[in-house]
């Protein structure tokens, strides 16, 4: 099994940066790929950027890229999130996932079955 604990959320002002953390514990050599999610109130989780082991191939949302940077540590075992930029709009709730499942995506929440609890990031204009 895989353990997520995302933290480094806060709240920030717009154009502002923030860099969120996910320490993974355990069988992390299982994994196939990991991301990060979020998902607004009243809103569907969304994608926002992920990783694939195989090739080190990085995805982003549109909506973030260029401003977000995904990345791994490995002597860490901790995934980073780098925001720059940050918008109003980006406020939500940011999930740490890994996937376990092979897939041809990782775009999608539904290829994921590892989630932390989740970290708040909130952005005033």
């Known amino acids: 099994q895989v353990l997520l604990e995302e933290s480094g959320g806060g709240l920030v002002q717009a154009g502002g940066s923030l860099r969120l953390s996910c320490a993974a514990a355990?069988?992390?050599?299982?994994?196939?790929?990991m991301g990060w999610f979020r998902q607004a109130p009243g809103k569907e989780r969304e994608f926002v950027a992920a990783i694939r082991w195989s090739g080190s191939t990085t995805y982003y949302a549109d909506y973030v890229k260029g401003r977000f940077t995904i990345s791994w540590d490995n002597p860490k075992n901790t995934l980073y999130l780098q925001m720059n930029s940050l918008k109003p709009e980006d406020m939500a709730l940011y999930y740490c996932?890994?996937?376990?499942?092979?897939?041809?995506?990782?775009?999608?929440?539904?290829?994921?079955?590892?989630w932390g609890q989740g970290t708040q990031v909130t952005v005033s204009s």
């Open positions: 996932a890994a996937s376990t499942i092979i897939s041809s995506t990782y775009s999608s929440h539904k290829t994921y079955d590892l």
């Open positions: 355990g069988r992390t050599w299982r994994t196939y790929a």
